[in-house]
């Protein structure tokens, strides 16, 4: 139909003569390309057609809807980025900020393609209209060379105060990326958004501002205390908690590793003496920091005495960190748990096991175990709460997908917790320790039955849930269950078999639970099960859709369900490796050697182990720095009490041997110990 009304390849036989309609059916055309990737060239030989109509707003709907395809390639933006720079140098301003934010927006994905439009947006940058200004110079920023920094700084500072806080939060964005594409120009782009953090603005921009600060005191080390002393400034003036509140928490962290860390202190006191009751206690906070990681005992004794003076405050939250951190001053055990710990509870995981131990009346008999949570980095969570950069989202085309986004860990956990607490059988089986974190699949995808498997650890008890899928729309099977079978001696008992008793094309997937006592609860049982699919099938009527009263026994053979020491009992926990493997080392140990003959390089031996074991790796070394020699360090925690554990693994690398491994492992419990080596060993 599109082809038909569009008039051939060259858009000239068109029966439409409405410019709005050959708008709307070029988004048609758009929208079917996206739709089935397989007409894509017709689609495009249809749409460079229109690229030549005399329509103006024809000619950008057939450019934009180009470069917005996905997979196009730089030759086939030639022609539509040809029609958008034509349209820079218009009189309309219309097109000219039409062309700009399309420019914009497909920088981002092809920066050299829109690079030979540079000269055209140059010119556009003392443009009367601020907009057009506003993305010509964010699409430079984007497209521009290092030696074009310096004078596009000069211009953006001279139009900063004509914009709103919208297109400055644009600015600034496209500033903080710049920032780490070439760092040696940090000294002029501080200037710049110093210069910027001490105009009036709104919340966002400040928020903008103060971002692209902490950006650079992260990535670039040269800037950090030149930065610090302008986010010092800043706070001495700012009428939002919110931002004072995030500068005085990175002033914690940051200034004591500063060469001259009494000099922040001075502000950070202020804010004791001058702020709010929220900013007040954010100071003390960080001023306890300062006293905890110095070097100087004289400047520990000074932060002291600042903190002693902050117990008569009138508010609570005061009174109580100043408090909690003059005792944490005279114990070094509490200081390292609550002032230098790195790590903080995953809140995910956190909130799931709160909802169930609330949602379960018997527990409430036992205080809440937090020792079962995994814990994340700080900068795991910082990354899991980060807003997307504006600069990354500006001028793209909103679109609704198709698809939902995937469920995260902590919502597939709390929806398999709902379900088994839907089941009336397994109600007496307390709380879930750990499912699986993946499906495992036991069939090929495209065959006529399908069956995935997770596993639930309990206490007591083991639950494999298998999800059966019938993709046979004319058949509907009867009694479906799952037999399994243990290859050896598991140390597990059969319960019971919770079957489906009907399961059709319509119904599917549902699920088969299949239920184990562990016969020894306080060992971790490892073991692999021959699982066969059992069922009657029948046939249906298609006059009366109901199944015929005669059908046959019939069974599908399923892949292998194995029960491993990573999958199932260990889960990924942050730790300071450091500090806590010095802590185990009065507790389980294990040394072993390994011989990983069948690895071609160190990575593969890092990338193995981190799958086996699933558990945390530390500081970067699941990337080897070097061919020959490297260190792994991974943390996790063992489900059902089995506590904290740690594993330094030492490796060498020669042709010829493959990988030698030497695997340390300390850990809380002996149980928790023996099962990390059984799960290299096996």
Not at 357 to 364: E, L, M, Q
Not at 388 to 403: E, F, G, H, M, Y
Not at 438 to 449: G, I
Request: hydrophobic share 40%; net charge negative.
């Amino acid at each position: 139909m599109i082809q038909q009304l569009g008039g051939g390849k060259s858009g000239a036989g068109t029966t439409l003569k409405n410019s709005m309609a050959l708008c709307m059916l070029i988004r048609y055309a758009a929208k079917v390309t996206e739709e089935d990737p397989n007409v894509q060239k017709q689609m495009l030989e249809l749409l460079e057609g229109w690229l030549r109509h005399k329509s103006d707003m024809v000619n950008f709907e057939a450019a934009r809807a180009i470069c917005e395809m996905k997979h196009v390639t730089p030759a086939q933006l030639t022609k539509p980025i040809a029609v958008l720079q034509l349209f820079l140098s218009s009189p309309k301003p219309v097109l000219k900020f039409a062309a700009t934010r399309t420019l914009a927006a497909l920088a981002l994905t092809h920066p050299s393609s829109v690079a030979a439009c540079n000269v055209d947006l140059e010119n556009l940058i003392a443009d009367t209209n601020r907009s057009v200004a506003t993305y010509a110079i964010t699409t430079l920023l984007k497209t521009g060379n290092e030696a074009s920094v310096d004078r596009l700084m000069k211009q953006i500072t001279g139009f900063m105060s004509e914009i709103s806080d919208e297109f400055k939060v644009i600015v600034v964005d496209a500033i903080r990326s710049l920032c780490l594409k070439f760092p040696s120009k940090h000294v002029s782009m501080l200037a710049f958004l110093s210069g910027v953090l001490r105009d009036e603005g709104g919340y966002e921009y400040k928020r903008a501002v103060v971002e692209a600060i902490f950006d650079m005191i992260k990535f670039i080390a040269d800037s950090k205390e030149q930065a610090l002393s302008h986010l010092c400034e800043f706070i001495e003036d700012c009428e939002f908690t919110k931002l004072s509140v995030r500068v005085l928490h990175l002033l914690g962290v940051e200034g004591p590793k500063a060469p001259q860390p009494t000099k922040y202190i001075r502000y950070i006191y202020n804010r004791v003496v001058l702020e709010n009751a929220t900013v007040r206690a954010a100071a003390v906070s960080s001023l306890a920091k300062f006293g905890v990681n110095a070097i100087d005992a004289g400047l520990r004794s000074s932060v002291g005495v600042l903190l002693s003076r902050c117990l008569d405050d009138v508010d609570d939250e005061v009174r109580d960190r100043a408090a909690m951190y003059v005792r944490v001053f005279k114990e070094k055990q509490l200081a390292n748990t609550y002032v230098k710990e790195e790590s903080v509870f995953s809140l995910a995981a956190l909130e799931s096991k709160l909802v169930a131990y609330v949602n379960d009346p018997a527990a409430a008999a036992q205080p809440f175990d937090s020792s079962a949570i995994p814990k994340v980095s700080r900068a795991q969570l910082a990354a899991e709460a980060s807003r997307p950069s504006t600069l990354d989202t500006i001028a793209v085309p909103t679109r609704i997908s198709a698809t939902p986004p995937p469920p995260t860990a902590a919502e597939t956990q709390s929806t398999y917790a709902q379900q088994l607490a839907e089941v009336a059988e397994l109600a007496d089986y307390g709380p879930v320790l750990n499912s699986s974190a993946k499906l495992a699949q036991l069939t090929e995808t495209e065959t006529e039955y399908q069956v995935t498997c997770v596993k639930h650890i309990f206490q007591e008890h083991i639950v494999f849930q298998f999800n059966v899928s019938n993709t046979l729309p004319d058949t509907v099977l009867e009694q479906a269950s799952v037999i399994m079978q243990p290859q050896t001696e598991s140390g597990l008992t059969e319960d019971f078999i919770l079957a489906i008793p009907t399961l059709t094309a319509l119904s599917s997937p549902s699920i088969v639970y299949v239920s184990f006592t562990r016969d020894s609860p306080e060992e971790y049982v490892t073991a692999s099960f021959q699982c066969v699919l059992k069922f009657i099938s029948k046939e249906l009527d298609p006059s009366t859709g109901e199944p015929e009263e005669e059908g046959y026994e019939d069974e599908y053979q399923l892949e292998e369900v194995e029960l491993t020491a990573g999958g199932d009992y260990i889960i990924p926990s942050y730790s300071s490796f450091s500090s806590e493997w010095d802590r185990l080392r009065s507790g389980a140990t294990a040394t072993e050697t390994f011989s990983l003959a069948a690895m071609e390089n160190i990575k593969a031996a890092c990338d193995s182990i981190i799958e086996i074991l699933n558990m945390e790796p530390l500081g970067g070394t699941e990337t080897p720095s070097s061919p020959s020699v490297h260190t792994l360090q991974l943390s996790g925690l063992v489900t059902g009490g089995g506590g904290k554990v740690l594993v330094r693994c030492r490796m060498t690398f020669s042709k010829g041997q493959g990988v030698t491994l030497e695997l340390g492992v300390r850990a809380e419990q002996e149980s928790a110990c023996a099962l990390v080596v059984s799960a290299i060993s096996g």
